[in-house]
């Protein structure tokens, strides 16, 4: 009998991934075009097809105050007292208002609603402010992550905002580092340094040793010792993720201790290349949807119903 329903509930999940593909037809292009097979959105398996379930079902409402890059300094301060992040000198929601002759530290202009919206003024001295406001302005015109169907960007209040650059011993260019936290535990690292001319990249298990894989096109050949604030940085990540089944917390260091970065809900927007691909299966299995918002709060009949589909396929324990 339970042969029979497992078959049964299979059938359904393979018949609702048609219909997922039919109506999510640009996520479902962009995949095959990048991981050159069509993805399984109803019964997610891998890392990435995951994220991509996540984008179509689990608007989770605390997405966008973790997106949110004034909110979620707000989350590190209540939650670890003792993180640092980088000093907002300035916010507002016109671009127009920013006080560029008070400004005498670097700092980074940035927009609280997006990724890729800033701007970096190492030397105060040196800077083109009627370039800064022309780009902020139109970066708060946008819906950040329309395209993508990020969806919990458009959720978040456009504000434009300064913050103090951190890194001065790195020449205010931190290496950045990102923990991916599934199921409470870091599961990998990876590393980003050189930004202004050539990103390098690594990728590490949270030991510090190096992974045997590449991400799509970028250089991941870089050879970099661990930080000195590593078990902190590892503390303070597993803290603040341990609150979703799966986040990624970044974080730069400075002086040898860490300082947050950003929180990031759709790493690479669910098209990371991981190769050999089977790391993007085995990051797939640590990785249990059981746990997101949606399915541990079902918002709805169907909910309900497509919950004990995938429990009754074996998708989802029992």
């Known amino acids: 009998m339970h042969r029979v329903k497992r078959s049964a509930a299979r059938a359904c999940l393979l018949l609702l991934n048609v219909v997922l593909l039919v109506r999510y037809r640009r996520l479902g292009q962009r995949f095959f075009e990048k991981m050159r097979r069509l993805p399984n959105f109803a019964a997610p398996v891998t890392f990435t097809e995951k994220i991509h379930w996540r984008k179509i079902f689990d608007d989770d409402p605390r997405f966008a105050v973790v997106l949110d890059k004034l909110r979620a300094k707000d989350i590190v301060s209540g939650s670890l007292p003792w993180l640092r992040f980088p000093r907002v000198l300035w916010q507002g929601v016109d671009a127009r208002n920013i006080p560029f ?24 001295s040196i800077v083109d402010r009627e370039a800064i406001v022309a780009r902020m302005s139109e970066n708060l015109g946008e819906t950040y992550g329309a395209k993508q169907m990020e969806r919990a ?22 290496v950045d580092y990102k923990f991916c936290v599934v199921g409470g535990r870091v599961a990998y690292i990876i590393v980003v340094a050189f930004r202004s001319s050539v990103k390098n990249t690594a ?4 030991d510090w040793h190096p992974l045997e894989i590449v991400q799509g096109e970028l250089d991941s050949t870089l050879e970099i010792p661990p930080p000195k604030s590593l078990s902190r940085m590892i503390e303070a990540a597993e803290a603040l993720g341990s609150q979703f089944d799966m986040m990624r917390v970044d974080f730069y260091e400075d002086e040898g201790e860490p300082v947050f970065g950003e929180f ?19 990051l797939g299995t ?21 919950k004990r589909v995938l429990v009754a396929a074996d998708h989802l324990p029992g």
């Not at 890729?116 to 030397?123: C, L, R, W, Y």
């Not at 990728?203 to 949270?206: E, I």
């Not at 759709?266 to 085995?282: E, V």
């Open 264 to 282: 990031t809900v759709y790493p690479r927007s669910g098209l990371l290349q991981f190769d050999p691909a089977t790391f993007d299966h085995q």
């Open 286 to 306: 640590r990785w249990n949807i059981a746990g997101s918002n949606y399915l541990t709060n079902p918002p709805n009949r169907f909910a309900r119903l497509y």
């Open 153 to 174: 960007y458009a959720h978040i209040e456009p504000r434009v905002f300064v913050e103090a650059l951190v890194g001065r011993d790195q020449g205010y260019e931190p």
């Open 101 to 124: 002759d008070e400004l005498t530290v670097p700092y980074i202009v940035k927009c609280s609603h997006g990724c890729g919206m800033n701007i970096a003024v190492p030397n105060p």
């Open 203 to 206: 990728h590490l298990d949270r």
